[in-house]
């Protein structure tokens, strides 16, 4: 199954999901039970947030890299959701976490008992004098950790490990031959004997510490060859918080990364209503990651599950919610979707509420409904459940299939790349727009920002031949205007001039 091309991605937080036993636990069994729903909405791949064993509710602190957190199932339940969702043509990516791992991690376990047990090596280790020689001694403090510095200390150990995000996430150190070895061994487990399609990288960009940066990209083509001799067809995507030309280098070792300045920017953009050079500015960054690999896919995504939900930031307007979807599934790229954006579900930090339950029903007796964590912003006053939208034409549910079904079926829609990509200038602020396609079929899409009705004149190389698509928008045909209602979107099939 080859998954190496553009697809529509959906993330899916396990935990919060579908609950098959009613323990309040999203798990493996309730997302297979729901996959008709996820082909039904046009979704080609999905992204599992990691599943292995760990002792927190995100895991992404790993304890055993072969397992399944029993919590979400087991290695059949994993087995069976593949099978099924490759006979529905849609690819399983798993989350790889290869930064890190637990401080419960028996290699941990035994790499912390003594400076000359074979396992140190596996981890960054380093006493005071070497720290303060490093400048190296303090971190930021963010969402993950208060705590101020990286360096955590182990009793009567004179030496500290790293442990860039906190302390129960001891750092790798890929210096370490044996532990590449135990990874190849692990993606192998994964990729063919599991038969998984491919991996999401988290935290790609501090697989070595700043100390140790210039490593990075050597490590990532070996990652590469890796991954490609153990099954040519798998896919690659990594998350690296950094701006394009830090990222371009990647594309060396990963098929795609997540452009989060372009998510920043439609957040930017809806928030003010005004379109600060959008096109652009993603003009230059696919120009950059084209350089370095002319077979990069641009991940594109509105949010995640590090950042504060779509709608909420947007404050919970459903004209707003509809045309984030809108600006999203009209720009080059491989578009993911964080589950329950579908549905307009509205989430603000701490991270937990980023990630509360989807909402299938609003019956309080629904076993579907993960029941792990309390639900502060989709209640039934806030958020319409999927049982609601999915019978409603007019919902961010249908809003968001019919869109997607529109992407999947025009060609021009789908192309991950910017190389047909042309901003054009209709001379108001609070218009998005821009050309797609081949000349002989070129796609014109315009989006209004604003909460107010914008009539326009298009430039002259631009002839109108049909109206593809419209949201809140027409075509004047006798004005030759395009007539848009606020935060409506229109996408014309202009003739070649």
């Known amino acids: 199954m080859t998954i190496n091309s553009p697809k529509i991605c959906y993330e899916i937080f396990v935990r919060s999901f579908c609950d098959s036993n009613n323990d309040g636990i999203g798990d493996i069994q309730g997302i297979t039970s729901k996959l008709d729903y996820l082909q039904d909405l046009g979704i080609e791949a999905i992204w599992l947030t990691p599943i292995h064993p760990s002792p927190s509710y995100h895991k992404y602190d790993v304890i055993d890299y072969y397992a399944v957190d029993p919590e979400f199932g087991s290695l059949d339940d994993l087995r069976t959701l593949i099978r099924e969702a490759h006979r529905r043509h849609i690819a399983v990516i798993l989350d790889l976490i290869i930064n890190h791992t637990s401080t419960l991690h028996p290699w941990f376990l035994e790499a912390q ?54 302390k129960g996430m001891p750092d790798l150190n890929f210096h370490s031959q044996k532990l590449r070895h135990e990874f190849v061994g692990i993606m192998k487990f ?23 940066s210039a490593h990075n990209r050597a490590f990532w083509f070996f990652f590469k060859e890796t991954v490609e001799s153990l099954k040519p067809t798998a896919f690659t995507v990594g998350e690296i918080w950094a701006g394009a030309s830090e990222i ?21 953009l809806l928030i003010t209503e005004n379109d600060p050079g959008l096109i652009n500015t993603l003009l230059k960054t696919h120009a950059l990651y084209e350089q370095t690999n002319t077979g990069y896919i641009d991940a594109i995504m509105l949010t995640n599950h590090d950042q504060e939900r779509i709608a909420s930031v947007v404050g919970g307007d459903t004209k707003k919610i509809k045309l984030a ?38 019956n309080p007796a629904d076993p579907a409904v993960p029941r792990w964590s309390e639900i502060k912003h989709n209640g039934p006053a806030s958020t319409k459940a999927l049982s609601e939208q999915i019978v409603d034409p007019k919902s961010v549910y249908s809003h968001y299939k019919e869109l997607i079904a529109l992407r999947r079926s025009l060609t021009t829609l789908g192309q991950t790349t910017a190389r047909d990509l042309e901003s054009v200038n209709l001379k108001n602020d609070s218009l998005l727009a821009f050309s797609r396609g081949p000349v002989s079929d070129r796609l014109l899409i315009i989006h209004n920002l604003s909460g107010k009705a914008i009539s326009t004149r298009l430039p002259l190389q631009y002839s109108v031949r049909e109206v593809v698509w419209s949201h809140q928008a027409y075509w004047n045909s006798t004005a030759k205007r395009v007539q848009l209602r606020p935060y409506g979107s229109l996408i014309v099939l202009c003739n070649p001039k």
């Not at 004997?193 to 140790?212: L, N």
């Not at 578009?335 to 339950?357: C, F, H, N, Q, V």
């Open 248 to 268: 371009a280098p990647y594309y060396k070792g990963l098929h795609a990364t997540f452009n989060f300045d372009l998510s920043f920017a439609i957040q930017e």
């Open 190 to 212: 994964w990729l063919t004997d599991i038969g998984v399609d491919g991996f999401r990288i988290d935290a790609a960009r501090h697989i070595f510490p700043t100390w140790e």
């Open 325 to 362: 979807a809108c600006i999203l599934l009209t720009l080059p790229g491989q578009p993911y979707l964080y589950y329950g954006e579908e549905i307009g579900m509205l989430g603000t930090k701490p991270d937990p509420e980023i990630r509360e339950p989807f909402i299938w029903s609003n």
């Open 113 to 166: 008992k003594s400076s000359d047990n074979p396992f140190r090596e596996y981890y960054w280790w380093k006493n005071d004098q070497e720290i303060e020689a490093l400048g190296i001694a303090t971190r930021d403090i963010s969402d993950d950790s208060q705590e101020v510095s990286p360096w955590h200390e182990i009793p009567n150990d004179p030496q500290k490990y790293y442990g860039l995000f906190y």
